[in-house]
């Protein structure tokens, strides 16, 4: 399967910063994924990030809470942005390697005070 | 929307027992029912998928069985480790081959007891 790395691996954060999250694979993939695990929780995923074109939203998730970008078939960004404490989760990104299959990255740690 | 319902949400076994985690789905179109490993801090792992055309697959110790008509489906864990402890996440979809949205159920806590 594809290797995946996410950057940074964990991060503590101000209220009302923005904090971008970058995924990268080490093949190209066409579909990406970002998910969002609060603690405890399950994973919810919060968009699909399409190669040129705006990434595809779930519902309760908006872009500008969420920009995500997705310039190349190998890379992907997600920025949280206006971050309040109730931000605090694991974001991971995933991708398609074989029909529907999804491997996760490692995941990043966000803590926001 | 797809709806995918999760039992037991903890689950305490012997070691060398069997486990086995139970899914409901909601949406019949579903096709894909991928289930997922997570340990403490780590990333979630792919351990074993079904898709609609079978109705079981097994992997070592590992099984799984769907069940369409009754829309649930089920993994099996047989000779349990404690090296198997971890939390264990079913998930839906339907196989389109435009999104890939996966819906997952919300966990089970496998605890293995040696």
């Known amino acids: 399967s594809a290797v995946i790395s996410q950057k940074p691996s964990r991060d503590i954060c101000q209220r009302g910063t923005s904090l971008t999250i970058q995924c990268q694979v080490d093949s190209q993939v066409t579909m990406m994924f970002w998910y969002r695990q609060q603690p405890g929780q399950s994973l919810t995923l919060i968009a699909t990030a399409n190669q040129g074109s705006e990434a595809t939203y779930e519902s309760g998730f908006v872009i500008d809470k969420f920009p995500i970008s997705r310039p190349n078939l190998t890379f992907s960004t997600l920025t949280v942005s206006n971050m309040s404490p109730e931000d605090s989760s694991i974001y991971l990104c995933?991708?398609?390697?074989?029909?529907?299959?999804?491997?996760f990255g490692p995941g990043t740690r966000l803590t926001v005070l | 929307g797809e709806n995918v319902e999760q039992h037991p949400s903890t689950l305490s076994v012997q070691e060398g027992d069997s486990a086995v985690i139970k899914c409901t789905y909601s949406d019949s179109a579903s096709n894909y029912f991928p289930w997922y490993k997570q340990e403490l801090g780590k990333r979630p792992q792919l351990i074993i998928d079904i898709r609609s055309n079978v109705g079981e697959k097994k992997d070592q110790r590992i099984a799984v069985t769907l069940n369409k008509t009754a829309k649930h489906f089920s993994l099996h864990i047989t000779e349990t480790q404690p090296e198997d402890s971890a939390v264990y996440f079913c998930?839906?979809?339907?196989?389109?081959?435009?999104?890939?949205?996966?819906?997952f159920g919300k966990g089970t806590k496998l605890s293995v007891k040696p």
């Open positions: 998930a839906a979809s339907i196989e389109s081959g435009s999104q890939g949205n996966l819906i």
């Open positions: 995933s991708v398609e390697d074989g029909p529907n299959t999804q491997y």
